[in-house]
Protein backbone atom coordinates (compact mmCIF):
# COMPACT_ATOMS: atom_id res chain seq x y z
CA UNK A 1 0.00 0.00 0.00
CA UNK A 2 1.54 3.69 -1.02
CA UNK A 3 2.02 5.56 2.26
CA UNK A 4 1.46 9.38 2.60
CA UNK A 5 2.65 11.27 -0.23
CA UNK A 6 3.28 15.09 -0.43
CA UNK A 7 3.32 17.11 -3.64
CA UNK A 8 5.74 18.97 -4.57
CA UNK A 9 8.91 17.59 -2.97
CA UNK A 10 10.28 21.40 -3.11
CA UNK A 11 9.45 24.68 -4.20
CA UNK A 12 11.21 28.01 -4.15
CA UNK A 13 8.87 30.80 -4.11
CA UNK A 14 9.81 34.67 -3.14
CA UNK A 15 8.27 36.77 -0.23
CA UNK A 16 4.56 37.73 -0.75
CA UNK A 17 3.64 34.96 -2.88
CA UNK A 18 1.36 32.46 -2.06
CA UNK A 19 1.52 28.80 -1.97
CA UNK A 20 -0.38 25.26 -2.00
CA UNK A 21 1.10 22.19 -0.54
CA UNK A 22 -0.64 18.83 -1.06
CA UNK A 23 -1.23 15.52 0.31
CA UNK A 24 -2.48 12.73 0.16
CA UNK A 25 -3.40 10.35 2.90
CA UNK A 26 -2.78 6.18 3.29
CA UNK A 27 -5.89 4.42 1.96
CA UNK A 28 -8.41 4.07 4.93
CA UNK A 29 -7.24 6.96 6.82
CA UNK A 30 -9.75 9.87 7.43
CA UNK A 31 -7.32 12.06 9.79
CA UNK A 32 -4.81 14.73 8.41
CA UNK A 33 -2.28 16.80 10.24
CA UNK A 34 0.27 19.34 8.95
CA UNK A 35 3.14 20.49 11.06
CA UNK A 36 6.13 22.67 9.76
CA UNK A 37 9.79 21.75 10.34
CA UNK A 38 12.25 24.88 10.63
CA UNK A 39 16.05 23.38 10.38
CA UNK A 40 17.00 22.50 13.54
CA UNK A 41 13.71 21.89 15.65
CA UNK A 42 10.91 19.14 16.05
CA UNK A 43 7.92 19.75 13.69
CA UNK A 44 5.47 22.27 14.91
CA UNK A 45 1.78 21.49 14.42
CA UNK A 46 -0.44 23.18 12.11
CA UNK A 47 -3.58 21.82 11.08
CA UNK A 48 -5.82 18.72 11.89
CA UNK A 49 -8.30 17.36 9.93
CA UNK A 50 -10.93 14.37 10.25
CA UNK A 51 -13.63 13.64 8.16
CA UNK A 52 -13.47 17.31 6.23
CA UNK A 53 -14.02 19.10 9.37
CA UNK A 54 -11.15 21.08 11.40
CA UNK A 55 -10.09 19.16 14.48
CA UNK A 56 -7.23 21.67 15.85
CA UNK A 57 -5.15 24.67 14.84
CA UNK A 58 -1.42 25.36 16.04
CA UNK A 59 -0.19 28.69 16.99
CA UNK A 60 0.06 30.13 13.38
CA UNK A 61 -1.12 32.73 11.79
CA UNK A 62 -4.03 33.62 9.80
CA UNK A 63 -1.90 33.17 6.93
CA UNK A 64 -1.95 29.04 6.87
CA UNK A 65 -4.95 27.91 6.07
CA UNK A 66 -5.96 24.15 4.75
CA UNK A 67 -8.72 22.00 3.87
CA UNK A 68 -9.65 18.23 3.46
CA UNK A 69 -11.36 17.03 0.21
CA UNK A 70 -13.96 14.19 0.42
CA UNK A 71 -11.81 11.88 -1.02
CA UNK A 72 -9.35 12.80 2.68
CA UNK A 73 -7.08 14.50 0.77
CA UNK A 74 -5.48 17.58 2.16
CA UNK A 75 -4.04 20.86 0.81
CA UNK A 76 -2.51 23.77 3.08
CA UNK A 77 -2.24 27.31 1.40
CA UNK A 78 -0.15 30.18 2.71
CA UNK A 79 -0.15 33.60 1.64
CA UNK A 80 1.76 36.56 1.59
CA UNK A 81 4.91 34.54 2.41
CA UNK A 82 8.15 35.64 4.50
CA UNK A 83 11.26 34.21 4.72
CA UNK A 84 10.39 32.84 8.29
CA UNK A 85 7.99 30.33 6.33
CA UNK A 86 11.33 28.31 4.66
CA UNK A 87 10.43 24.92 6.31
CA UNK A 88 10.03 21.31 5.42
CA UNK A 89 6.24 20.82 5.75
CA UNK A 90 5.16 17.69 6.80
CA UNK A 91 1.96 16.11 6.33
CA UNK A 92 0.99 12.73 8.59
CA UNK A 93 -2.49 10.63 8.79
CA UNK A 94 -3.93 8.38 10.98
CA UNK A 95 -7.32 6.64 10.78
CA UNK A 96 -9.28 8.41 12.98
CA UNK A 97 -6.82 11.00 14.93
CA UNK A 98 -5.82 8.08 17.61
CA UNK A 99 -3.41 6.31 16.43
CA UNK A 100 0.10 7.11 15.88
CA UNK A 101 0.52 9.07 12.77
CA UNK A 102 2.52 8.30 9.42
CA UNK A 103 4.26 10.94 7.55
CA UNK A 104 5.28 11.74 4.66
CA UNK A 105 8.62 12.87 3.35
CA UNK A 106 7.44 15.81 3.44
CA UNK A 107 7.95 19.38 0.81
CA UNK A 108 10.77 21.71 1.77
CA UNK A 109 9.65 25.15 1.12
CA UNK A 110 12.50 27.90 0.45
CA UNK A 111 11.51 31.57 -0.04
CA UNK A 112 13.76 33.93 -1.76
CA UNK B 1 6.88 28.07 24.34
CA UNK B 2 8.56 24.94 24.17
CA UNK B 3 6.97 22.39 26.06
CA UNK B 4 8.75 19.22 25.00
CA UNK B 5 12.87 19.56 25.33
CA UNK B 6 15.32 17.28 24.32
CA UNK B 7 18.71 19.36 25.60
CA UNK B 8 20.87 16.98 23.92
CA UNK B 9 21.04 18.01 20.68
CA UNK B 10 23.11 14.68 19.83
CA UNK B 11 24.62 11.53 20.98
CA UNK B 12 27.42 9.19 20.06
CA UNK B 13 27.04 5.59 20.92
CA UNK B 14 29.62 2.53 19.90
CA UNK B 15 27.94 -0.55 17.63
CA UNK B 16 26.14 -2.65 20.51
CA UNK B 17 26.02 -0.84 23.42
CA UNK B 18 23.60 1.37 25.03
CA UNK B 19 21.62 4.29 23.51
CA UNK B 20 19.68 6.50 25.97
CA UNK B 21 17.77 9.74 24.70
CA UNK B 22 16.75 11.63 27.26
CA UNK B 23 12.99 14.12 27.11
CA UNK B 24 11.97 16.41 29.19
CA UNK B 25 8.28 18.50 29.45
CA UNK B 26 7.00 20.79 31.03
CA UNK B 27 3.08 20.38 31.00
CA UNK B 28 1.92 17.95 33.39
CA UNK B 29 -1.60 17.78 31.62
CA UNK B 30 0.12 15.42 29.00
CA UNK B 31 -0.82 11.97 29.16
CA UNK B 32 0.77 10.29 26.30
CA UNK B 33 4.37 10.13 24.66
CA UNK B 34 5.93 9.01 21.76
CA UNK B 35 9.29 8.83 19.86
CA UNK B 36 9.68 9.45 16.65
CA UNK B 37 13.05 7.98 14.13
CA UNK B 38 13.91 10.36 11.81
CA UNK B 39 16.24 9.80 8.39
CA UNK B 40 17.39 12.25 6.17
CA UNK B 41 14.48 13.30 3.37
CA UNK B 42 12.15 11.17 4.56
CA UNK B 43 9.17 11.60 6.86
CA UNK B 44 9.20 10.40 10.88
CA UNK B 45 8.70 6.60 11.73
CA UNK B 46 6.72 5.89 14.92
CA UNK B 47 8.80 3.79 17.34
CA UNK B 48 6.79 3.40 20.27
CA UNK B 49 4.61 4.85 22.54
CA UNK B 50 3.62 5.24 26.47
CA UNK B 51 0.67 6.51 28.69
CA UNK B 52 1.23 8.59 31.59
CA UNK B 53 -0.51 5.69 33.92
CA UNK B 54 2.88 3.49 33.00
CA UNK B 55 6.43 3.92 33.60
CA UNK B 56 8.17 1.41 31.42
CA UNK B 57 6.86 -0.17 28.15
CA UNK B 58 9.54 -2.48 26.05
CA UNK B 59 8.93 -3.17 22.00
CA UNK B 60 12.07 -5.18 21.05
CA UNK B 61 15.53 -3.31 21.12
CA UNK B 62 13.64 -0.08 22.18
CA UNK B 63 12.09 0.83 25.90
CA UNK B 64 10.74 3.82 27.05
CA UNK B 65 11.08 4.71 30.57
CA UNK B 66 8.68 7.64 32.51
CA UNK B 67 8.97 9.47 35.08
CA UNK B 68 5.64 11.81 35.75
CA UNK B 69 6.98 13.29 38.98
CA UNK B 70 10.12 14.81 37.16
CA UNK B 71 8.43 15.11 34.02
CA UNK B 72 11.29 12.42 32.55
CA UNK B 73 11.22 10.49 29.80
CA UNK B 74 13.88 8.53 28.68
CA UNK B 75 14.37 6.07 25.32
CA UNK B 76 16.74 2.74 25.16
CA UNK B 77 18.04 1.15 22.82
CA UNK B 78 19.71 -1.76 23.51
CA UNK B 79 22.23 -2.75 21.34
CA UNK B 80 22.49 -0.17 19.20
CA UNK B 81 23.20 -0.78 15.61
CA UNK B 82 24.05 1.27 12.62
CA UNK B 83 20.72 1.35 11.33
CA UNK B 84 20.17 3.56 14.44
CA UNK B 85 21.74 6.17 12.71
CA UNK B 86 19.36 8.62 12.77
CA UNK B 87 17.27 12.13 14.30
CA UNK B 88 14.84 10.75 16.95
CA UNK B 89 11.65 12.74 18.74
CA UNK B 90 10.24 12.72 21.56
CA UNK B 91 6.64 14.06 21.02
CA UNK B 92 3.67 14.41 23.64
CA UNK B 93 -0.04 14.76 23.23
CA UNK B 94 -2.58 15.50 26.03
CA UNK B 95 -5.51 12.26 24.90
CA UNK B 96 -5.11 9.52 22.64
CA UNK B 97 -7.47 11.25 20.29
CA UNK B 98 -5.10 13.99 20.20
CA UNK B 99 -2.00 12.36 19.22
CA UNK B 100 -2.89 13.91 15.47
CA UNK B 101 -1.68 17.35 17.40
CA UNK B 102 1.16 16.16 18.90
CA UNK B 103 3.92 18.38 20.19
CA UNK B 104 7.62 17.41 19.40
CA UNK B 105 10.73 18.40 20.88
CA UNK B 106 14.42 19.68 18.97
CA UNK B 107 15.08 16.13 18.44
CA UNK B 108 18.29 14.53 19.00
CA UNK B 109 20.77 12.81 16.21
CA UNK B 110 22.27 9.64 17.26
CA UNK B 111 25.00 8.16 15.18
CA UNK B 112 26.69 4.70 15.69
CA UNK B 113 29.56 4.15 15.17
CA UNK B 114 31.16 0.32 14.46
Known amino acids: DAGVTQSPTHLIKTRGQQVTLRCSPISGHKSVSWYQQVLGQGPQFIFQ???????GRGNFPDRFSARQFPNYSSELNVNALLLGDSALYLCASSLDGSQPQHFGDGTRLSIL | DQQVKQNSPSLSVQEGRISILNCDYTNSMFDYFLWYKKYPAEGPTFLIS?????DKNEDGRFTVFLNKSAKHLSLHIVPSQPGDSAVYFC?????????????FGAGTQVVVTP
Open chain 2, 91 to 103: AASFTTDSWGKLQ
Open chain 2, 50 to 54: ISSIK
Open chain 1, 49 to 55: YYEKEER
